[in-house]
């Protein structure tokens, strides 16, 4: 049992010593070697024992941020706010986690990489976070927070297309030093041809809705 | 003069080679060789002769990228359309171009690797089309188009980031055989949010403008 514990967190520690590197180099650039070097302590032997190759360990990565993403998902779901609150939560939930967790920055470098240039893409993070934001758009229909004309596929669609825009320009351009405020004002441009007309006057409250995390879980 | 000319032509023609391999393969896994193999009838000499490096191949295809925005911008600027559709116009052709022509790809590709990771971003396409959209907003605000409490510089920056993040999913997701469709979504979500109260009926119009670019152009 000891000896079982013990190998589950060697390869946590290793994904995390892949994460960081795949984050800091990219896939290609990325080596074993490189993999190695940023674990504290670990040989190239306990890393081909727990991974066959490179790409083992980049999808070790990506599933590992698949369940961060579905952890946070089921999360905010389960909170009581209303659950057009809980889609601007969950972009800004989204943002924090890019910016403080190198797992979750390196499996959206992989997914982008995988997917960049002729070869089928990998849906990844973005299919999921798609599907909590069709979900949440249907019950804010429901709710009548959103216009009853709104096509919650269609929403959801671009509302993750403008996050994962503006998340990669607030990089490119800030380093996303910018991020939360950008993601701000996205719902400020957004939230006023998608509201019910009845519900324009809490626009700014439903702007502001964040997520307040269990601290437990930092 | 003669010699000059063909001087010119076999450097384009190493760009298009280059453009193409570095669309297929990133940055990383493409080799001078494969560039060569992707030319017709190149030597690695004349490469050599005209390319110090790889990364100078890839500033050539980042700047003939850039050259081709400007013109586009241009072109668009200079038709007689309002201000608003001109910024529509531009998104939907940015998309066109994105989708037809390998050099605009490879650009926006290299663009984002080089800006992936812990480097110092490169402000590459995005810094031009921002400023472009930035000046377009003020003139729509001052035709009474848009509200006049937009910020045209955080409009333009938020059009922007949407308009990579729509693209860039609609690639993983479709390889943006949608590409279309989903910048026209955009622009349905978006409207009502900037649109000055008066013009609200003049959206569905706004929304469908398209440049006609001149064929001799294509």
Not at 7 to 28: N, P, S, Y
Not at 132 to 148: V, Y
Not at 172 to 195: K, N, S, T, Y
Request: aromatic residues 6%; proline residues 5%; hydrophobic residues 45%.
């Amino acid at each position: 049992m000891a000896k079982q514990a013990r190998a589950v967190a060697t390869r946590h520690q290793i994904i995390d010593a892949a994460a960081a590197t795949f984050d800091r180099l990219g896939f290609e650039r990325a080596s074993l070697g490189e993999i190695v070097e940023a674990s504290s302590g670990l040989t190239k032997g306990a890393l081909y024992f727990h991974f066959k190759s490179k790409d083992d360990l980049a999808q070790a990565v990506m599933d590992r941020q698949h369940a961060i993403s579905i952890a946070a998902v089921e999360a905010i779901s389960s909170t009581a706010a209303p659950a057009l609150e809980q889609i601007v939560m969950l972009c800004h939930e989204m943002g924090r986690q890019i910016v403080d967790d190198p797992i979750v920055r390196a499996g959206i470098r992989l997914t982008l990489e995988f997917s960049a240039g002729t070869a089928p893409g990998k849906p990844g993070p973005y299919q999921d976070w798609i599907e909590a934001c069709r979900h949440l758009s249907e019950i804010a229909i429901a709710e009548g927070d959103l216009l009853p004309t709104i096509e919650p596929p269609t929403l959801a669609r671009f509302v993750i297309s403008a996050f994962t825009g503006v998340q990669m320009v607030s990089n490119v351009l800030d380093r996303r030093a910018d991020l939360e405020q950008r993601i701000d004002q996205m719902w400020q441009f957004l939230l006023p041809g998608i509201l019910a007309p009845d519900r324009r006057l809490d626009s700014d409250k439903i702007r502001q809705a964040r997520w307040a995390r269990d601290p437990a879980m930092a």
